[in-house]
């Protein structure tokens, strides 16, 4: 399978990218194509509703960014996992830009399954990203859920928290 990861942490030794290595270590080693992109490397600008996308049957974005290498990226995976720190109980910016910005071709038949990793300070903050993600990804393109998994306080970077998104990855 190509799996890519989109993730929105803008820390790279930090705890979403730590789940993030852990599973993809793990799909890695039972051999699948895993990519990451890191999304705050990138410039990521917010769909600004031209519709150009939407005339004719162009399907495609006119805004000239680092979106245009990551939708080919999309449109040839068969999984996609969408990672993120909560930020006021909510993913971060990039990963909510790029996400908005598959408005361009809609939905992408090309994915099979997709999974969440969440990362937090605190318990229970979950309910919003968990919403968007299963209404506006899971439910709106029709694919499988594969997983959501969460770390907070003292789960985060834990050796039981790596174990879990390894044991995740070498499922798939
Ligand atoms: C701007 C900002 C907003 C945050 N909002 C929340 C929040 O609403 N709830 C929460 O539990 N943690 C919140 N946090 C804490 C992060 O979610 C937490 O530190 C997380 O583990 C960071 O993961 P990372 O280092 O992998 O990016 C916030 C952090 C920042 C910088």
């Not at 993120?84 to 830009?97: K, V």
């Not at 318990?123 to 990804?137: E, F, H, L, P, T």
């Amino acid at each position: 399978m190509n799996v890519l990861v989109l993730n929105g942490s803008p820390h790279p030794n930090g705890p979403t990218s730590d789940m993030v290595n852990a599973f993809s270590k793990g799909a890695r080693e039972v051999g699948h194509n895993v990519e990451i992109i890191n999304l705050f490397d990138l410039d990521i600008a917010e769909c600004n509703a031209c519709e150009y996308c939407h005339q004719g049957v162009r399907n495609l974005c006119s805004i000239n960014d680092d979106m245009q290498v990551i939708y080919p990226k999309i449109l040839k995976s068969d999984m996609l996992v969408f990672a993120s720190p909560i930020y006021y109980f909510s993913l971060t910016s990039p990963l909510q830009a790029a996400l908005r910005r598959t408005y361009s071709f809609g939905i992408p038949n090309n994915i099979q399954k997709t999974a969440l990793i969440l990362s937090s300070g605190a318990s229970n903050v979950y309910d919003g990203a968990i919403y968007q993600y299963k209404n506006g990804v899971v439910d709106y393109w029709g694919v499988d859920d594969a997983g959501i998994f969460t770390a907070h306080e003292f789960e985060n970077k834990s050796a039981q928290k790596r174990n879990e998104l390894y044991e995740f990855g070498r499922s798939l």
